[in-house]
């Protein structure tokens, strides 16, 4: 039986979910408003394409302000998703269960008993337009690979010291900073984005730029020279920058900072793509430290295939993770 749009349903001991808008649910709970923040996602996290998972940067922001709401008010937190909307009840959904791993230290069964009584409301998603309307994988997928890599150590939110979320348990590990993984993710600062904590990054084509100019904007696109993101790249303690296809590049301010650079010439025939897999692989599995991966579109779509094995064979990764 399906929750009703008055019912609050109660997901932890101070955050509960209910199925309408909170302007609704103030009207039907009035006697409780002193008691309860209501409060809906914003309905841009959807995606008008496809109904992908929320990136790890918006569930960083959304426990960044379920935490401070919890610590600075006295009152409960409800948050809202009408009945009629599905993506939005799985977002909401996600992002709570996700705070609950992140920030209450919440076991997974009691995770998933938790939100019982909307399990049957909840979309799945999908990582193309190809998928299908029905996706791949379900919230509950998002959840076990996010406590997986909580487990490995690349999520530390308690280095915040406004946050609380309980303790690193794997000494040594590489650790996520979220704030620099949102700075650098976007196309205007780098476009830089962390794949593995410590091992795999992904970055635009480096492209050579006039009269030595680090970045130049080209239209929408901003343009970064080799030796921007050789100076950032020795930051992240890479060693190896691999180029997917073909180098079109100067390569030398990577080699001046110890960095080296490999070429795969991938290429879309079935001989080039398996020589190249095994190339990547092996790359990857000697790198003495990190390594950052470029190329086009479709070289990048294989590469996140090769990832992805690489996260299953090595690191314990699900399918669906």
Sequence with gaps: MQPSCASIISIDARISMALCSPEEAKTLHRTRLRCMHFFALDESHQSSCFFSPLPLTEIYRFANKMHKTLRHHDKDVVACASKHNSKTITNTALLLGSFLILGK???????????????????????SPSEGVDGIMSVMDCWKALYHAKSLGWIDLSKDPDLYFGENNCAGCKQLDLEECIHYSDPVNANLHIVLPGKLLFISNPVDLPDDRQWMDDGPRRLFSPAFYADLLSEFDVVLVICLEDCGYDRAPFIERGIGTEELHLRDKTPDILRAADRFLSLLHAAPGAVAIHGSADGLRYAGTLVSAHMMSRMGFGAAD
């Design 105 to 127: 230290d919440m076991e997974y069964d009691d995770l998933i008993a938790a939100f019982k009584p909307v399990s049957k409301l909840l979309l799945r998603y999908s990582d």
